[in-house]
C-alpha cells in the first residue's frame, strides 16, 4: 500500500503541471517566501537610516542613490546602472521658527515645516495678523483690504468621511500646491497651512507648493493638526493675534541626478521590458518609509523572489528607483523619454507608492481589454486578501509611460493610517509592519510574473 | 427654474424611505458619525491609562469595572448594572527574573514574562540545564531520562506563511497551554515557551497555561522572540548552558467579579435580547488596547452611534463588557447561564476580539439560513472594505449563548499586526488606529440594526 502511494505520488508530482497550477503554485512559493523572509524589510531599515530626508538634488538623496546602487549590485541583476536627469536642488536650511502671540510679549511655539520649494522668509522673520480661509475659492471672494499684509491661514481638515484617505488629500492639496500663489495675489505675505493629516497629532506634514500665475513669491508652511486646533482656540479668542513665520530654505542651481535602475534580462523576448519601481527620494522632513522606500525596497523585492526562487522571466524586468517624484518628476520624466526615444517595447509598468501597509489590489490604467484579463488572476490574490481590481490611476513616476500606451498599473494599499505617516517625521521604518509589506512585495511580484507568462494581449 | 426644483427636491426628500433607502442611509450615517468621532479613541486611551493589567480577580480590573460602569452611567442607557461570577485571583507578583550561563559567572539576561495561572518557583529561582523542544509531540517522543531535571524549551516560531496570523496562532498556542503540564510528566522543572509574536522583539508575550492531567505543577514562561533568538545561538554554541527563571505569583481564594452591561430598552421587542461586547480583563503585562479594550469601547461606541443619530432600537440592546476572558471565562459563562435560567429570548449576540485593526468581515456562527440573510446585507458593508461574511467561530465570551441557539457572530479584522500586540506590553493605545477602530464600531453597530430591523429568520 505505502508502495502504491509513493508510485501514486510520483506520477502527480512528475506529471507537467497545467498553466494554471503552474501560476498557482507560483502564488504560493511568492507569498511564502517573502512572508518568511526579513531581508527587504532590514534592507528598508537601512535606507531609512542612512539616507533620511533624500530630497532631489540633496547630498541625502546622493547617498540613497550610492546605497541603492550598491545593493542592485550585490544582487544577480544583469545589469544595474544609474540614469541621469537634471533636478531642481532645492534646500530646507535650518529648522522653521514659528510661533503667536496675543499681547506681543509671549509666545506660543507651533509645529510647522516650510512647504517643499517654498521662497525663504526675510531673515528676520515675518510677523503679521492672520486671516483665515478654508479654500482658496472662499479667500477669491473675501475682500482683498481683509488680506492685504497678513498670513493666510488656510484651515480645512481632511474630510474623515471617506474610507479611501486618498480621496480626502485629493480634495485638500490644492491649498498647500496653490495657495501661496493666489494668496499672494491679494496681498498675503505668506500662507499656513493645516496639515493633510488624519489624527490629531504634533507632526506637520509638508508637500510640493508651486509658484505658477502670481508675480510675487511668499513663503508656505504646514501646521501640524494639533497646533492647528491649539492656533484656532487661540484665533477665536484673539482674532487679533499675530503669527511669526521664519524659514530659510535656498533654491541652487539646477543638478544631474539618477534613477537607478537593475535589469533581468528576458530569456525570451529581451527587448520586451516590465518594469516596477518606487521612487527613492523623500522629505527633508522624513525618512520616507512608507512614501516611498518601502515602494523602492518592494519593487526590488520582486527581483530578490524571482532570483530565490530561481524564475527566469521572458522579459526583461527592470527595477526602477525612481527620482524626484516629490518636487518635479524629472526621473519619471527621464524613465519615460529615454524608452520613447529608444524605441523600447514596454510590455507593463507597475508602481507602489501608497504606503506599503496591507495590499487590498491594483489600479490599473489600461485598456478595458487589460483590465479583464488581469481580473482573470484575481484567484491567485484572493486568498491574500487581494481582491479590488479597479480601473484608476497608477503611480505619478509609471504614468509618464502612458503617452506611449504602455499598460500601467499601482499597488493599491489599506490606506486609514497612511496620512498619519505621509510626508513627516512620522513616516518611519517602525511604521512599518513586515508582513504588510511583504504581502505587497508578493503581490507584485505574481502580478509582474503573470504579466511575464501570459502577456496582456488578449 | 429654482423654485421648481425646491419643490422636486421636496418630494423626494419627503417620500417614505424604502427599506432599502433607509439601510443604505444608516449605513452611511454610521460610518461618517463613527469616522468622524474621536469619542470613542479617548475612552479607550483613558481605559488603558487607568486600568493597564487588568487581570481578572485584580485590583486593576476592579478599577476598570468601575471605570466601565461610570461611562456607560454618564450615558442614557435605559438601565446599567454588574452581572456577578466567581473568578480566579491569580497575581503575577514581582516581575520575572531570567538569565542564562555558560560558565556559571557570566549571566545574560533575557526577557520573559511568566505564564498566566503559573506556580511560582522556589523563592531561589531555578537553574538548570536545558532542552529544546518544537512540539509537545516531539517532546513524548524524547527519552524521559534526556529531560528529568531541566528546563524545557518550546522552540517553535509562529508559521509565516499564512495570511491569517490566528492560523499560526492556532498552531502553536497549545505549547503555551499544555506544554509544562506535559513536561511536567517527564520530569522536567519549568517550561519556557518562544512567544507567539509574529515579529522579532523584545516583548514577552504572556497567555493561560493549565494545570490538567499531571499531578505535578510545574512553572511555565514566554521568551521574547528576539531573546529566544539569542538564547538559541548560545544553545547551539553550548548545549549546557544553564537557565535561571524566577516568579513569584501567587493564587488566592476565588473572587467576586463583574459583568458590566448597559442597555437600552427595545421600542417594540423589549424582551428580546441583542447583545454585543468585548472581555474588560487584560493580561497583567499589557494594557491590552487591542486584546480587548478596543472591543469593549467599539461595543461602547455601537450605543453611541445609536445614541447620537437617535435611533431606537425595536430589541432590547445589550453592551456587555465580559470579565475573566483571559483565564476561565467566568464573565462569558455567566452571562449565557443568566440569559438561560431567565428564559431570555436572545435574537443575536456579537463578539469584538481580534485586535482592532480595519475590519474585513464578520465571521458567522449561525445557521446557513443566518449566514444566506446577513450575506444580503454585504452591499452596506462593501464600500468600507469589509466584504468576508464566513461560517467561523464568534467570540469565546459570547460563545457560551451558543448552547441556546443565539446566532453568534465576531468582527474579523486584517491579522497581520496583531500577534505583535497580543498579549504583551506592546498592546498599546500608540499602536492603536483610530480610523481603523471606528470602521468597526460603525461595522458592528451597522450590523445590529440590521438584526434589530429586520430579525434572522428567513
Redesign the interface.
Known amino acids: 500500500m505505502k508502495h502504491l502511494l509513493l508510485i501514486f505520488s510520483a506520477i502527480i508530482l512528475f506529471q507537467p503541471l497545467r498553466a494554471q497550477d503552474k501560476d498557482s503554485l507560483m502564488s504560493t512559493q511568492l ?2 517566501e517573502a ?2 523572509s ?1 531581508v527587504a524589510y532590514q534592507q528598508l531599515f537601512q535606507l531609512c537610516s542612512i539616507a533620511p530626508g533624500r530630497l532631489a538634488g540633496t547630498p541625502e538623496s546622493a547617498i540613497a542613490i550610492d546605497f541603492m546602487f550598491n545593493l542592485m549590485k550585490s544582487m544577480p541583476f544583469d545589469t544595474v546602472y544609474k540614469q541621469p536627469c537634471m533636478v531642481r536642488k532645492w534646500i530646507r536650511g535650518n529648522e522653521e521658527e514659528a510661533w503667536f502671540t496675543t499681547d506681543g510679549d509671549n509666545k506660543t511655539n507651533i509645529n510647522i515645516d516650510v512647504l517643499g520649494g517654498s521662497v525663504p522668509t526675510p531673515e528676520k522673520g515675518i510677523l503679521a495678523p492672520v486671516i483665515v480661509f478654508s479654500s482658496i475659492e472662499e479667500m477669491q471672494k473675501a475682500n482683498p483690504a481683509t488680506i492685504k499684509g497678513k498670513i493666510v491661514y488656510f484651515n480645512r481638515p481632511m474630510n ?2 471617506y ?1 479611501i ?1 486618498f480621496r480626502a488629500y485629493g480634495e485638500n492639496a490644492s491649498m498647500r500646491v496653490y495657495g501661496a500663489d493666489e494668496a499672494s495675489k491679494f496681498g498675503a505675505i505668506a500662507v499656513v497651512v493645516r496639515s493633510l493629516n ?3 497629532d504634533t507632526f506637520p506634514h509638508t508637500g510640493i507648493m508651486r509658484y505658477k500665475t502670481s508675480d510675487v513669491r511668499i513663503p508656505g508652511f504646514a501646521v501640524s493638526t494639533a497646533d492647528a486646533d491649539v492656533l484656532d482656540k487661540a484665533i477665536a479668542e484673539n482674532p487679533g493675534l499675530k503669527i511669526y513665520l521664519k524659514c530659510s530654505c535656498i533654491e541652487y542651481a539646477q543638478v544631474q541626478s539618477y534613477n537607478v535602475i537593475g535589469e533581468i534580462k528576458g530569456s525570451v523576448f529581451p527587448a520586451r521590458y516590465i518594469s516596477v519601481g518606487g521612487h527613492l527620494d523623500s522629505w527633508f522632513n522624513s525618512s520616507g518609509a512608507h512614501d516611498d522606500g518601502g515602494g523602492c525596497i518592494q519593487s526590488l523585492e520582486v527581483a530578490r523572489l524571482f532570483f530565490v526562487l530561481g524564475y527566469k522571466p521572458q522579459n526583461t524586468i527592470r527595477v526602477v528607483m525612481f527620482i524626484d517624484e516629490e518636487m518635479e518628476q524629472r526621473g519619471g520624466r527621464a524613465y519615460a523619454n529615454n524608452a520613447i526615444a529608444n524605441g523600447e517595447k514596454h510590455v507593463f509598468a507597475l508602481e507602489s507608492d501608497r504606503g506599503v501597509t ?1 495590499p ?1 489590489g491594483f489600479s490599473i490604467d489600461a485598456s478595458e481589454s487589460v483590465l479583464q484579463k488581469m481580473e482573470l488572476w484575481k484567484k491567485y490574490f484572493e ?3 487581494i ?1 479590488v481590481f479597479e480601473k484608476g490611476g497608477s503611480g505619478v513616476d509609471v504614468g509618464f509611460l502612458k503617452q506611449a500606451g504602455v499598460p500601467l498599473a499601482g499597488l493599491v494599499t ?1 490606506s ?2 497612511y496620512f ?1 505617516f505621509h510626508h513627516s517625521a512620522n513616516d518611519t521604518w517602525q511604521n512599518v ?4 509589506m511583504q ?1 505587497g512585495s508578493a503581490a507584485m511580484a505574481l502580478l509582474i510574473y503573470l504579466v511575464d507568462q501570459h502577456g496582456l494581449d488578449k
Chains 1, 2 share one sequence.
Open positions: 507569498f511564502g512572508l518568511n526579513n474623515q468621511n474610507y484617505t488624519t489624527a490629531t496591507t487590498t486568498a491574500y486578501g481582491r489599506e486609514q493610517r498619519e509592519n513586515r508582513r504588510e504581502l
